[in-house]
């Protein structure tokens, strides 16, 4: 057994600091060691010379040594059109999305655009995503082929439209199931490896794959469910004319039986205490998009309701990309921040790092395996530079405790502040990754 060791500062949290103290909902150790074995984390400690003997021991001073980031909610085959002219969701989507799509049909261009993504992800020290594919079998084929080799624990599943999108893009409900179900069994406990069942949104599903995709979710304990929910107004007048016979959005997908553990929602902007009351009773999670809400006009998330002691509802982050503009949970945050001054509410440093970390995992019900600094848990590290840009720099000389610091990088901090990603206790070389 082969055992490493990272030297620096250590911030991992036990609690979240919405419902508790902060100042103890987290653990701070500005001189530490962190010793990892067979990837998974042996041991972490005040750094002393006499533990660090026979160990080949890497020094990060001028950083802060954390747990990898978790983005909830994110889309493979957006890379290539990332940045596209910011329309409105869902022309947005018929004039980009399905256009860029329909290139998945080729399974060399899946895996060229899987290697960049996943190169993207852990340049921005991402290691765990929920990811979406294409309507395509090999777009997830090349997609958790690359993450593998790369050794990354991911969730994804190949998307499921039977209706209303353009006639390359569709399957149907039988074929929907069948291809999911084939991959489920190929991919899912394969490695770090994990599916979900992946109807797009409730529009373009009929009835009969929205039932296909509960059972098939259902027979198989353990896998995920991802979908949409309420992002745009057009789209919440668009499912209520499909779906007449719901009440609300959700109860769209509640009605065929795909809310519950193990389900994450992206966006969730457009809800109210009802829709909030569900997902606390179901045990759902809600992935927050702030860069791509902020990007298509489509609203503000209501972070604050979400997080309310009485009824709390699992909360991570998603930078969605392509309508996110950003693959950094540093900027993901950033912008988080901003939307939740504009419910004037706010969010803290402490309470914003403990969404890209832990509750990221505690999201995706991988709270026992990720998202922490301790024994046991899995090696997936993220390294910041607290020096990464000459104005982080000048600005942490004025940061006077922890939580300011982490408040710089989660305003000024991108994918520069990244010194180093581990995974699965090894050091990936982004960069070196983007020309192989």
Not at 270 to 287: K, L, S, T, Y
Not at 374 to 402: H, Q, S, V, Y
């Amino acid at each position: 057994m082969t055992k490493t060791a990272i030297r620096g500062a250590v911030l991992t949290f036990t609690a979240d600091p919405s419902y508790s103290d902060p100042d103890t909902s987290y653990q701070y150790i500005e001189d530490a060691l962190v010793v990892m074995a067979d990837g998974l984390i042996e041991s972490v400690g005040e750094y002393r010379p006499e533990a660090a003997q026979d160990l080949d021991v890497t020094h990060y001073p001028n950083a802060l040594i954390c747990p990898g980031f978790v983005d909830c909610h994110i889309h493979y085959p957006q890379t290539q059109m990332i940045g596209a002219y910011g329309k409105q969701l869902l022309e947005w989507l018929n004039t980009y999305t399905f256009a860029a799509e329909q290139d998945f049909a080729d399974l060399g261009h899946a895996q060229r655009v899987a290697k960049v993504f996943l190169n993207e992800l852990l340049r921005n020290g991402v290691t765990t995503a929920a990811v979406y594919c294409t309507v395509h079998p090999q777009s997830v084929e090349a997609f958790f082929e690359r993450s593998e080799a790369l050794s990354t624990r991911m969730i994804a599943g190949k998307v499921m439209m039977d209706c209303n999108a353009p006639p390359a893009l569709l399957d149907t409900a039988e074929t929907g199931y069948a291809d999911s179900l084939r991959l489920l069994e190929k991919w899912h406990g394969r490695g770090r490896q994990l599916y979900a069942v992946t109807p797009r949104f409730a529009p373009t599903s009929t009835s009969g794959q929205l039932r296909a995709a509960a059972r098939l979710w259902r027979e198989h304990p353990g896998t995920y469910m991802q979908t949409h929910l309420s992002e745009n107004q057009g789209e919440l007048a668009w499912v209520q004319e499909l779906f007449p016979e719901s009440a609300r959005y959700l109860q769209v997908y509640n009605d065929y039986g795909l809310l519950g553990e193990r389900s994450i929602f992206g966006h969730c902007i457009h809800i109210g205490e009802d829709d909030f009351a569900d997902f606390h009773r179901h045990g759902a999670a809600m992935a927050h998009c702030p860069t791509s809400n902020l990007f298509l006009g489509s609203g503000f998330f209501k972070l604050h309701e979400a997080k309310k002691p009485s009824r709390p509802v699992k909360v991570g982050l998603g930078a969605d990309v392509g309508a996110g503009t950003s693959f950094s949970m540093l900027q993901t945050l950033g912008e988080a921040y901003k939307v939740a001054q504009t419910h004037q509410t706010g969010l803290t440093a402490l309470q914003g790092f403990y969404l890209a970390t832990k509750g990221g995992a505690e999201a995706l019900s991988l709270d026992g395996k990720i998202g922490q600094i301790a024994p046991g848990f899995e090696a997936d590290l993220a390294i910041l530079d607290l020096k990464a840009t000459p104005l982080i720099e000048f600005r942490m000389g004025f940061a006077r405790t922890l939580p300011e610091k982490l408040f710089v990088l989660m305003t000024l901090g991108d994918d520069r502040a990244v010194r180093a990603t581990y995974v699965a206790g090894k050091a990936v070389d982004a960069w070196m990754l983007r020309s192989r």
